[in-house]
């Protein structure tokens, strides 16, 4: 028996590949087994190849696989496209109806089974998906059972025929592959998971709930790929807590409108993507300037301009980072996994309001679209932090206002909400004075400054970084963010193998850069990877920037719109080091 496999399944867009893999990886949920998905598809409605490739475990997986088990293929292209990423003695699904045909030199199983010919004698070609899925669970060996439970949770709202039907259709497809296949194929039977309850989700989705759970209750935003399943999320289940989700005319009134909820006291939000990040720019200064909470999160995708909308890339970081015209306070995270999405959610919330500036959550493509296991998350670690909000202002002189944005040994000013009684104050957006009048003067404007970029030098947050460092010295540290860290670990276990010694690093807090606690590792390390999904290194940039590494510093990066392998990290790595004449650690 195996502990992991690999399965895909490919075909136009709009011919049921998404729902395919969904009921197919909820069925694999159900009896236990870890998940790590990539899906990848086209920047239009219907038409054009996609496909979704599922990564299955029986233990804990953060990166999709270098090769694969088993292809399910609705057309040729499909075929073309994808087979040669199967291994040796690897199996190909195909519908008969187009006449498969196998690449020459794959040394593959194919099956080819009428797909689509069962599907239309059940009534309609739509049931072709469970055709062809149940042909490959089968094969499998896994209990159909359980197959047809998730079956049920699809399709029940759609009434009991469709259901029988789709059932049906699971039914023959496998017992057509196993006739012809003799049973089950035993060099892809699959280990028992563990048993262990386990979530599976995507990181748009996590992040959505951990909002949620940190008190947002208005999100404004205007769709866009890949953010808007937060959105779609929100719009379900914020009115359950008597929130609601405004659809804006564009990424500015979203940006805007989360502004004036956050400055009415009702925790907001707004999610998008590189176009609408770069629209949200004025609005990020109005944010730092007034200094009223804002959180945003920032699904990266490829670019620039309308670029690669479906495809990943982690290029946005300077516009993060240095984005708005002067100069304010900002803070940027990045999770890293699943957990992180919805933890960091609720720590963006509470440090919007704790520095009373723009929060930037930064995502990518993957992280945020790719399904994947993760542990059942913990309540009991919820915080909620509204910073320095004054609910009982004390009672003014008569000629007085609030000292919105008072001179402060740390630059915060206390907050209150509007109509608190004594709480009368100005905003604006031009330069301003303790109770926010428009003032020009030289001396109040460089304490003004001072005041709110000094706001961040006591800046804490949850894991700035993390480490996986067992070496003192190691030949090479490996350096990522976002979704690259599974990548990292898989490739390292290669390296470890052959006897280098690897520590890793991933970087969660982007800006302010973490120094200090970077430092600490690239100083011991003889040789530095900085692993990034875009053409000019910008994370690379921060570290030679803000670390003094930067003679060992080499970048690898991609931006080709798929993300990393294993296989390429560990390639890539390993002619790192050799170049630098190491020697290998004795076995």
Aim: charged share 20%; with cysteine; proline share 5%.
């Amino acid at each position: 028996m195996i502990n992991q496999l690999s399965w895909k399944i490919g075909g136009q867009q709009g011919e049921g590949v998404e729902s395919t893999d969904r009921i197919f990886s909820t069925a694999l949920n159900r009896l236990g087994y870890y998940l790590y998905g990539y899906r990848h598809f086209s920047s239009r409605i219907k038409g054009g190849h996609t496909n979704n490739k599922i990564r299955i475990s029986t233990a804990p997986i953060r990166a999709i696989s270098d090769d694969l088990d088993i292809l399910v293929a609705f057309d040729q292209e499909s075929i073309d496209l994808n087979a040669h990423e199967l291994r040796s003695g690897g199996v190909i699904v195909a519908d008969a109806k187009f006449k498969p045909a196998v690449p020459e030199g794959l040394n593959v199983q194919l099956f080819a089974v009428p797909i689509t010919a069962i599907a239309e004698e059940l009534g309609t070609s739509l049931y072709k998906n469970m055709v062809a899925s149940g042909a490959s669970w089968a094969l499998l060996g896994l209990p159909l059972e359980v197959f047809n439970k998730a079956v049920e949770e699809e399709y029940g709202r759609k009434g009991a025929i469709v259901v029988e039907k789709n059932i049906e259709a699971v039914r023959r497809g496998s017992q057509f592959v196993l006739e012809q296949a003799g049973g089950p194929l035993s060099a892809f039977q699959l280990e028992p998971a563990d048993g262990v309850q386990k979530l599976f989700m995507i990181g748009n989705d996590a992040m959505a709930l951990g909002a949620l759970a940190a008190g947002c209750r208005i999100m404004s935003a205007y769709p866009i790929t890949p953010a808007s399943e937060i959105m779609e999320y929100l719009i379900k289940q914020l009115p359950k807590f008597g929130g609601t989700v405004v659809q804006t005319e564009d990424e500015i009134a979203a940006a805007t409108m989360a502004i004036g909820s956050n400055y009415a006291g009702v925790r907001a939000m707004t999610a998008s993507a590189g176009p609408g990040l770069s629209l949200m720019m004025e609005a990020i200064g109005l944010s730092g300037m007034t200094e009223t909470p804002l959180v945003i999160v920032d699904t990266q995708r490829g670019g620039p301009s309308t670029g690669l909308p479906t495809k990943q890339e982690q290029s946005d970081l300077n516009a993060m980072v240095y984005g708005t015209h002067g100069e304010i306070p900002k803070i940027v995270i990045a999770p890293s996994s699943i957990e992180d999405c919805f933890y960091d959610m609720i720590e963006a919330f509470n440090l919007a309001e704790k520095y009373q500036c723009p929060v930037i959550v930064m995502t990518d493509l993957q992280l945020s679209l790719g399904k994947q296991s993760c542990a059942v998350l913990d309540y009991d670690r919820i915080v909620i932090d509204r910073g320095r909000l004054v609910r009982d202002v004390p009672e003014l002189e008569t000629h007085g206002q609030f000292k919105r944005y008072e001179f402060t040994e740390n630059g915060i000013s206390p907050r209150v909400l509007p109509g608190e009684k004594g709480g009368l104050h100005h905003v604006t957006g031009v330069e301003h004075d303790e109770v926010g009048r428009p003032s020009e003067s030289a001396i109040n404007r460089q304490r003004m400054m001072d005041k709110r970029l000094g706001k961040l030098k006591s800046l804490e947050i949850r894991k700035a970084v993390v480490a996986d460092a067992p070496y003192e010295e190691p030949d090479v540290l490996i350096i990522g963010m976002g979704s690259t860290g599974g990548t990292i670990d898989q490739a390292r276990i290669k390296l470890e193998q052959e006897g280098w010694k690897t520590n890793h690093l991933t970087i969660r807090q982007i800006h302010p850069f973490p120094t200090a606690q970077v430092k600490r590792y690239t100083e011991r390390a003889k040789q530095i990877i900085v692993l990034e999904n875009n053409a000019t290194g910008q994370l690379a940039d921060q570290l030679k920037l803000n670390v003094d590494c930067r003679s060992k510093l080499t970048s690898m990066i991609k931006y080709d719109g798929t993300p990393f392998l294993p296989q390429e990290v560990y390639s890539k790595s390993k002619e790192l080091v050799l170049n630098g004449n190491l020697q290998r650690v004795p076995q």
